[in-house]
């Protein structure tokens, strides 16, 4: 298993969501827009 950590540099190229999503999806691109601010906020820093 590979673990990748994901960082406002590389989420919109990694794929976060379940399998049978994709980035077009409303629920992907909604969940990545949510951890962007999180990001700002100090998540995972």
Partial sequence: MKYIRVTSENIDK???CCA??????IQVSSKKAWLKGRFEDGLFS
């Avoid at 049978?20 to 999806?25: F, L, P, T």
């Fill in 14 to 16: 990694e794929h976060i």
């Fill in 20 to 25: 049978i999503s994709n980035n077009k999806d």
